[in-house]
């Protein structure tokens, strides 16, 4: 395979879908879901096998994609939990790099910062970016029904023409292709890094007619784990029992087929989508020269064990795709090392470092993740091969530590009892070792690793001040006028298309791509 080293600074483009689990994807096993796009990237691309968020929610996953920093070092607790300015984000690095930095689509930002380091944003976000989503440890027997999720999605799965959600990612999408061109028709001789993030498969379980029909009835895989009784599930689900009122309704087999029909039907939207916007790179001239790299902020489990949505470190919940398909660079290959989210930030500053010319900046802030880039030349060592999560979000009564190292997982909480579990010999995860002797010097080591990495006592005070901070703000700002943080994108109307003070002849040339022969 040809290295590109020597050949200038590459695009960078990230593909992000909304609670797409691995397991929900051809090229990770999956034998219904139809994700050709994704299949075809990863066959020519490199898989990281065992891919992991950091933490099973969406504002907290996605801020620790974004900064390589644990959760609760920045205080991304929960969907409500603000991202600071003075964080820094990959966005920021490669900004400062020399590459032009833009965003389609979902991020979750919550404060008056709506930008994080991206230059140009192209939609607003699907979600609030105020304060009024966050969780309330003080309050745990009650159930938020505003916002927190209820079982309609599952018992109203099918079809529908359009949806909040679809009315968001169409336009998530054409403004992805159309920035393309743009990026292809601009003077600017930068690089770019786009992010481009749906919100799709995530719930709610409804998709046009179209995807739907791409499935039968009949061929929708049911759980691998049936529903677990309630009073055999661990302390953390009960909790998510109640926290999405799953024992308020009767969830029968064809509703779980049809919720997870109509999420692969969305899965098959999404893959769609990418389609469209490689399809926009090769016509543009720019496939060749773009890093794409493919993955979510988290999973969904879909009815496993009984359980819906995220917020588990059960592997549905938590392990993502991963995917960096850059055929000229890298070559094609699967990597078995546990690998998560705040790694994605030193990758991509030693991507642009490599292929730009730039060289790299410090780190004023230190990153916990560490950089793939031996990992994607096939040269790291075994001991790069570890996933670190911290769950504070709705469900939890006390933070939810977790270590994913080698073949073994450990949960820790302290209001519950541990989980340890050999993900080699139990995949689905039903043989909790902990309190085992076979396992007891292992499972004495992470306990000593948690007491060592985390001040169990500090966090939990941390995110319980931030929460009643953040109660008394939103009730506060919601008192008289009140003024949003959502992000507005901006179109400025007289500067697009043909005005009178613009030369019509000019105007048509430059938008026209590829420009006519002889121009």
């Known amino acids: 395979m040809a290295n590109r080293e020597d050949s200038g600074p590459m695009n960078i483009l990230i593909l992000m879908a909304d609670q797409l689990s691995a397991f929900g994807v051809g090229a990770y096993g999956n034998s219904v879901v139809k994700t050709p796009v994704m299949d075809r990237l990863a066959g020519e691309g490199v898989v990281f096998d065992n891919a992991y968020c950091n933490s099973p929610l969406c ?7 974004m900064t390589g920093q644990n959760a609760h070092r920045i205080g991304a607790y929960d969907n409500a939990a603000e991202l600071p300015s003075q964080v820094l984000t990959y966005a920021h690095y490669l900004r400062y790099m020399g590459y032009k930095t833009s965003l389609a689509g979902k991020m979750h930002f919550i404060g008056p910062d709506q930008l994080h380091g991206f230059e140009r944003r192209l939609t607003t976000d699907i979600y609030p970016a105020d304060f009024g989503w966050a969780a ?7 159930r938020f029904d505003w916002w927190y999720h209820n079982m309609s999605s599952v018992k109203e799965a099918g079809v529908a023409h359009v949806t909040n959600q679809l009315d968001y990612d169409d336009e998530v999408g054409y403004r992805a292709v159309r920035e393309l061109y743009d990026f292809a028709r601009d003077k600017d001789p930068r690089p770019f890094m786009m992010t481009v993030s749906f919100t799709h498969p995530h719930d709610p379980y409804t998709t046009r007619e179209k995807y739907w029909n791409l499935y039968d009835n009949d061929e929708i895989d049911l759980p691998s784990v049936p529903a677990i009784p309630y009073e055999d599930q661990d302390p953390h689900s009960k909790r998510l029992y109640h926290v999405s009122a799953i024992n308020d309704v009767e969830i029968t087999e064809q509703d779980i087929r049809n919720a997870r029909r109509a999420y692969y039907g969305n899965t098959s939207y999404v893959d769609e989508w990418f389609g469209k916007i490689m399809d926009a790179l090769e016509n543009t001239g720019q496939a060749d020269n773009t890093i794409v790299i493919v993955l979510s902020d988290h999973g969904d489990m879909l009815g496993e064990r009984g359980l819906w949505y995220k917020m588990s470190y059960f592997e549905r919940s938590c392990r993502i795709p991963f995917i960096v398909h850059a055929p000229g660079r890298f070559e094609a290959k699967r990597v078995a090392n546990n690998v998560s989210h705040i790694d994605l930030l030193p990758t991509l500053v030693d991507l642009a470092g490599m292929t730009g010319g730039v060289e790299k900046p410090d780190y004023p802030d230190p990153v916990d993740g560490r ?9 790291a060592s075994d001991d790069e091969d570890e996933a670190i999560g911290e769950y504070m979000g709705e469900g939890s009564v006390a ?34 070792l902990s309190g085992h002797s076979d396992y007891a ?4 080591a992470f306990e000593a690793e948690v007491a060592e990495r985390w001040s169990v006592e500090e966090v939990s005070e941390a995110v319980m001040r ?3 901070i953040r109660h008394l703000i939103f009730k506060a700002m919601t008192k008289g006028e009140f003024t949003p943080w959502d992000f507005q994108p901006f179109s400025d109307a007289s500067q697009q298309f043909m005005r009178n003070h613009m030369d019509l002849n000019k105007v048509e040339a430059e938008r026209r791509y590829p420009p006519a022969k002889g121009v």
């Open 136 to 142: 309330d440890w003080e309050m745990t027997d009650d």
């Open 399 to 432: 933070p939810v530590f977790m270590i994913r190292r080698g073949r073994y997982k450990y949960i820790s909480c302290d209001c519950d009892p541990a989980q340890l579990y050999d993900l080699e010999a139990d995949p689905n995860e039903l043989s909790n």
């Open 441 to 444: 010097d292992l499972e004495a």
């Open 371 to 379: 950089s793939l880039l031996g990992l994607l030349n096939g040269k």
């Open 59 to 65: 504002a907290p996953a996605r801020f620790t994609m």
């Open 466 to 468: 931030s929460q009643r």
